[in-house]
């Protein structure tokens, strides 16, 4: 596996902007969580559960509200092993229009969208995303 800096990456997945690719890269996650961190042993389920839920939050976005890609693989997710965490990044094409950073904002009782990022705040030790010339990278961490 390939050493990125401070970290290992443990997988790479590309896939192509379809909604029915989300459920894919769950089962992908947690089949490479299994091999790597041989959970149960080593990482508790909540903490796996809470890895997946963020996950598919932001994949979820980057297939839905990002700018499409031509490429089969527009979105790529990345999974890293950190000393103490796990961190998930997911690079698309970035926005559609002119779109600055990402944030979460508390969601509406009522609404029913704009919920994605607030779980990810909440559920994550910390998360970003960073534009540049290539599109965007959205990353989280969580404590393993
Ligand atoms: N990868 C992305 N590319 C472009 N815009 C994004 C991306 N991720 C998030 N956004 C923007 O941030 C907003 C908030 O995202 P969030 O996931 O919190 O809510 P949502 O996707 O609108 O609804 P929900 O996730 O509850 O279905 C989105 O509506 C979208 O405008
Ligand atoms: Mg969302």
């Given at each position: 596996m390939v050493t990125v800096t401070g970290g290992t990456c443990f997988g790479l997945m590309g896939i192509s902007q379809?909604?029915?690719n989300v459920g894919r890269v769950r089962a992908w996650i947690i089949e490479r969580l299994e091999e790597k961190i041989a959970f149960p042993l080593f990482m508790a389920t909540e903490t796996r559960n809470d890895i997946v839920s963020c996950a598919s939050e932001i994949v979820a976005n980057s297939v839905v509200h990002a700018a499409h890609g031509?490429?089969?693989?527009a979105v790529k997710i990345r999974l890293i092993l950190l000393r103490y965490r796990i961190r998930v990044e997911v690079t698309d094409p970035?926005?559609?229009?002119?779109g600055g950073a990402l944030h979460a904002d508390t969601p509406?009782?009522?609404?029913?969208?704009?919920r994605g990022l607030f779980i990810v705040d909440a559920l994550s030790a910390d998360w970003g995303d960073r534009l540049d010339g290539d599109g965007r990278m959205t990353w989280f961490e969580l404590e393993r």
């Open positions: 379809d909604a029915a031509t490429r089969g693989d970035g926005p559609r229009n002119q509406n009782s009522d609404a029913e969208t704009g």
